[in-house]
């Protein structure tokens, strides 16, 4: 009898906590349920007209229009793209601020201790937008029709040869400091504040080697004032699809890639991250979206913030790697 009554007992406070339960977990709201209701602020890390406006500015039109309320991008240039994204990880995190950033970002991540904030711990992946090559181009004034020509050439003529790069510690100085490691060649790294200051000294012949996007080097190409010789891309692409990568033209395992992501605040929730996510992949999928960003050699990604947010870690290793192997020294 004891017995029982301990099982009818045992049974009412089981149904009486489950009765608490349910109204408690119908309380607690859909973190996405009527987002956006209000504008979202996308912050791009650079000045304005950079690839990474330009992409962005075509996303947040996609995401306005389906959306109905406005994606406004806002450009917070300054530490090499670092208070762009130290504002997106201490931004209010209910969705409404997000941030593209590039592969440089993975670079800075690798190479500077000192930054106010940790990539991978305060911040979260929402999607990789694009991945974009560099090209390898010359000076005229150098002798050489192809990548092995070029090598060969730089280790004749060692230090002769100067590559100009966007800045110490861009992607594009780690372009330039890859292809010296990995294929020998006696290069002596420039810095500029800009590609496009690289271009112009190119032209003006103080540097005879560049990394540069192909739609800043392709105005040049026709004239011959510049001669491009691959991609960094790890296969042709098609918007350039008679250029070698470098990797086949005669360096092994040489890959570097331009991608631009999204992210966010490391607090978002996960719903709404989702939710971004669906949006942008879709976007990146419509064919005015893919034609406008394959013109500039691009080519639409629209990961999952997994795969993305993996990808992030892969080239934050690879640098830290290349530093470290090729006893790099950042010092401007």
Same mark, same amino acid.
């Given at each position: 009898?004891?017995?029982?009554?301990?099982?009818?007992?045992?049974?009412?406070?089981?149904?009486?906590?489950?009765?608490?339960?349910?109204?408690?977990?119908?309380?607690?709201?859909?973190?996405?349920?009527?987002?956006?209701?209000?504008?979202?602020?996308?912050?791009?890390?650079?000045?304005?007209?950079?690839?990474?406006?330009?992409?962005?500015?075509?996303?947040?039109?996609?995401?306005?229009?389906?959306?109905?309320?406005?994606?406004?991008?806002?450009?917070?240039?300054?530490?090499?793209?670092?208070?762009?994204?130290?504002?997106?990880?201490?931004?209010?995190?209910?969705?409404?601020?997000?941030?593209?950033?590039?592969?440089?970002?993975?670079?800075?991540?690798?190479?500077?201790?000192?930054?106010?904030?940790?990539?991978?711990?305060?911040?979260?992946?929402?999607?990789?937008?694009?991945?974009?090559?560099?090209?390898?181009?010359?000076?005229?004034?150098?002798?050489?029709?192809?990548?092995?020509?070029?090598?060969?050439?730089?280790?004749?003529?060692?230090?002769?040869?100067?590559?100009?790069?966007?800045?110490?510690?861009?992607?594009?100085?780690?372009?330039?400091?890859?292809?010296?490691?990995? @294929?020998?060649?006696?290069?002596?790294?420039?810095?500029? /504040?800009?590609? !496009? #200051?690289?271009?112009? +000294?190119?032209? *003006?012949? %103080?540097?005879?080697?560049?990394?540069?996007?192909?739609?800043?080097?392709?105005?040049?190409?026709?004239?011959?004032?510049?001669?491009?010789?691959?991609?960094?891309?790890?296969?042709?692409?098609?918007?350039?699809?008679?250029?070698?990568?470098?990797?086949?033209?005669?360096?092994?395992?040489?890959?570097?890639?331009?991608?631009?992501?999204?992210?966010? @605040?490391?607090?978002?929730?996960?719903?709404?991250?989702? /939710?971004?996510? !669906? #949006?942008?992949?879709? +976007?990146?999928? *419509?064919? %005015?979206?893919?034609?406008?960003?394959?013109?500039?050699?691009?080519?639409?990604?629209?990961?999952?913030?997994?795969?993305?947010?993996?990808?992030?870690?892969?080239?934050?290793?690879?640098?830290?790697?290349?530093?470290?192997?090729?006893?790099?020294?950042?010092?401007?």
């Amino acid at each position: 009898m004891h017995c029982q009554n301990l099982t009818v007992r045992a049974a009412a406070l089981a149904c009486a906590a489950a009765c608490l339960v349910q109204p408690l977990a119908a309380a607690q709201p859909d973190s996405a349920a009527g987002y956006p209701n209000k504008p979202i602020r996308f912050i791009v890390p650079f000045v304005p007209g950079a690839g990474t406006d330009t992409t962005a500015r075509v996303i947040a039109q996609k995401l306005s229009e389906k959306w109905g309320h406005q994606v406004v991008v806002d450009n917070r240039a300054g530490a090499a793209g670092a208070s762009g994204v130290e504002l997106t990880a201490k931004a209010v995190p209910d969705g409404y601020t997000i941030c593209l950033i590039s592969a440089s970002h993975s670079v800075n991540s690798a190479t500077n201790p000192k930054l106010p904030y940790d990539l991978t711990r305060d911040l979260q992946a929402i999607t990789q937008a694009t991945s974009l090559f560099y090209v390898l181009y010359h000076h005229p004034s150098v002798p050489v029709k192809s990548v092995k020509e070029l090598i060969a050439y730089s280790k004749a003529n060692p230090d002769k040869l100067h590559f100009g790069s966007s800045g110490t510690g861009g992607l594009q100085h780690f372009a330039g400091e890859m292809f010296k490691y990995l @294929s020998g060649a006696r290069l002596v790294h420039v810095p500029y /504040k800009g590609g !496009a #200051a690289v271009i112009t +000294a190119m032209l *003006s012949g %103080d540097v005879q080697v560049g990394f540069g996007t192909l739609l800043g080097v392709r105005p040049h190409m026709p004239s011959g004032r510049v001669r491009v010789l691959a991609v960094s891309a790890k296969k042709r692409s098609p918007a350039a699809p008679e250029l070698p990568t470098i990797a086949e033209a005669g360096v092994p395992g040489y890959e570097v890639d331009q991608w631009y992501g999204i992210i966010a @605040s490391a607090k978002v929730p996960k719903p709404i991250i989702m /939710k971004l996510n !669906a #949006a942008m992949a879709e +976007a990146l999928k *419509s064919p %005015d979206v893919e034609k406008r960003l394959t013109s500039d050699g691009s080519t639409p990604v629209g990961s999952t913030p997994e795969q993305f947010s993996a990808h992030i870690k892969s080239e934050i290793a690879k640098w830290r790697k290349l530093v470290k192997e090729a006893k790099l020294e950042l010092q401007e």
